[in-house]
């Protein structure tokens, strides 16, 4: 079972920021906290991913709480094209990703 | 730097026919995991490899499914008596190395269907 609690859906304007957030209670001190993405059918696609920190790449923000419990993906200008489903994953058993439902964005104009 | 490449990209099986997916990991990568997304469901992990070695096995159906990752060559996952059951999009992802800190990078899938 995957270790993540997300929001099944949401909608954002086109240009705003999408704060997509995720729960992760559970999570053990050497456990990562994992962002994918899958448009449409396509493969999924690596986002960024952290342990304690909060990372920054030329695709997003990961916002991790001090207690590791809970974390947020930023995308800071979203655009038509980060329609998708974004799935934040908790990667433990040996390297296997656990994908659960994700959270569907539309982001609209 | 090419990504994970996949074929074939869609492949028809008629029932009992055996299915052969490929897979050429990122450069670099000696690290395969293959997984399965049936219609309208998520993913699942079917099976992880290094080169020449299975290391972990444990969401591949025990019967008619088998993979490898031979020491020259892309991985291949084999279906052997494809049923309609196994119509689904297969997914290969590959890492530069294993463990929490090492981010998996997807191919586009091979979608199978089988007839």
């Given amino acids: 079972d995957a270790k993540t609690t997300q929001p099944t859906s949401m909608d954002c304007a086109e240009g705003r920021a999408a704060n997509l957030p995720c729960n992760h209670s559970t999570i053990s001190g050497n456990e990562y906290v994992y962002w994918y993405r899958q448009i449409h059918s396509q493969g999924p696609q690596y986002i960024i991913h952290g342990l304690k920190n909060n990372e920054t790449n030329e695709m997003a923000s990961l916002i991790i709480t001090e207690d590791r419990k809970s974390s947020t993906l930023i995308l800071p200008h979203a655009t038509l094209r980060d329609t998708a489903v974004y799935y934040c994953i908790v990667l433990y058993q040996g390297g296997k990703l656990i994908f659960g439902q994700g959270t569907e964005l539309s982001v609209k104009p | ?115």
């Fill in chain 2, 1 to 115: 730097n090419a990504g994970v490449m996949q074929n074939p990209r869609h492949l028809v099986r008629r029932r009992g026919q055996e299915a052969r997916l490929r897979c050429s990991p990122m450069k670099g990568h000696s690290h395969v995991y293959w997984y399965r997304q049936l219609p309208e469901e998520g993913l699942k992990f079917m099976v992880y490899l290094q080169k020449e070695n299975i290391i972990d096995e444990s969401g591949m159906p025990k019967e008619r499914f088998s993979a490898e990752f031979p020491k020259e060559g892309p991985s291949i996952l084999r279906i052997q008596q494809v049923v309609r059951g196994d119509s689904a999009a297969y997914f290969c992802a590959s890492s530069l190395d294993h463990g929490e800190a090492y981010e998996q990078y997807f191919g586009p899938g091979t979608r199978l269907t089988v007839t």
